[in-house]
């Protein structure tokens, strides 16, 4: 009987080994792949603070249209 549980034990003692590789492979492959977004999401941010000047200035001339446009309408009233 303690042969079965001796084997049993290393047996476990091999599986639990295993999944603790396997969870830090995991875990390792989990911080790259964070690692690749972050510097993603880095370079999406950049690119929209490269657009926020023109942005603006078609923000005011879009203003400007619809104020003159405004001012040229009749009064309904």
């Given at each position: 009987m303690e042969q079965n549980e001796l084997m049993d034990d290393l047996t476990f003692e091999r599986k639990?080994?295993?999944?603790?590789?396997?969870?830090g492979k995991s875990m390792n492959?989990?911080?790259?792949l964070m690692s690749v977004l972050n510097k993603n999401m880095e370079g999406i941010n950049g690119v929209g603070k490269?657009?926020?000047?023109?942005?603006?200035?078609w923000k005011g001339f879009q203003d400007s249209v619809?104020?003159?446009?405004d001012s040229d309408m009749p009064d309904a009233a």
């Open positions: 639990r080994r295993l999944l603790t590789l396997q969870i492959e989990v911080v790259n490269e657009f926020e000047n023109v942005a603006s200035l619809l104020e003159k446009k």
